[in-house]
């Protein structure tokens, strides 16, 4: 694993644990040799992992859409921001440019894009890691839906098994590291 795509929020949430989550994946990023492939904003979550992994001397790869690549969003710190025509080609390229996938907390864009590689994952567009890092619980809502799903008949549990869940950003990385997706068929 080389590169880790972050997918997270625009915003820094109202509870300082959000913050602090992204400050430490950053750092542990660096020190695991670990790139960063972003969302290239310098605001929110996304800027505070961006300047977590710059101020440590790590590497960013931000990838913004040209319509929201303006002064107030695009992060001036990142040296390698690839300026992409639209969303979908931004996550084609982030998706191209990372070994693996976090969602850390966010809002709709987070989760639409999480649950996009989830998909490309289930149908085997690619057999890259996904996890979740459920900082301070936000995540359990979600998963409680995504297990309901599995009871109810409309995810298979080796499918649900696709979505790696921590609380602390060590374990997850950890885990993101030692472990792989299965080469199953994808019915």
């Not at 915003?11 to 969302?39: F, K, M, P, T, W």
């Not at 929110?44 to 790869?61: K, P, Q």
């Not at 809002?107 to 459920?134: A, D, I, P, Y």
Request: aromatic fraction near 6%; proline fraction near 4%; glycine fraction near 10%.
């Amino acid at each position: 694993m080389r590169r880790v795509c972050v997918f997270c929020g625009s915003r820094v949430g109202i509870d300082d644990c959000y913050r602090a989550a992204a400050v430490e994946l950053g750092q542990l990023l660096v020190r695991s040799n670990l790139g960063l492939v972003y969302g290239g904003g310098s605001v929110g979550l996304m800027g505070v992992i961006a300047d977590a992994v710059l101020d440590a001397g790590g590497e960013v790869i931000g990838v913004i859409p040209e319509s929201l690549a303006t002064e107030e969003l695009l992060h001036p710190r990142v040296a390698d921001m690839r300026v992409v025509p639209t969303m979908h080609a931004r996550k084609a390229l982030m998706a191209e440019l990372s070994d693996a996938f976090i969602a850390m907390p966010g809002g709709f864009g987070t989760f639409e894009e999480f649950f996009e590689v989830v998909t490309w994952s289930q149908l085997r567009l690619h057999q890259k890691l996904t996890g979740l890092l459920n900082v301070g619980g936000f995540y359990d809502p979600l998963v409680r839906l995504v297990d309901h799903a599995v009871q109810e008949g409309f995810i298979k549990l080796k499918h649900r098994e696709l979505l790696i869940v921590e609380e602390r950003p060590d374990v997850l990385l950890r885990r993101l590291s030692r472990e792989s997706v299965t080469d199953e068929p994808k019915c």
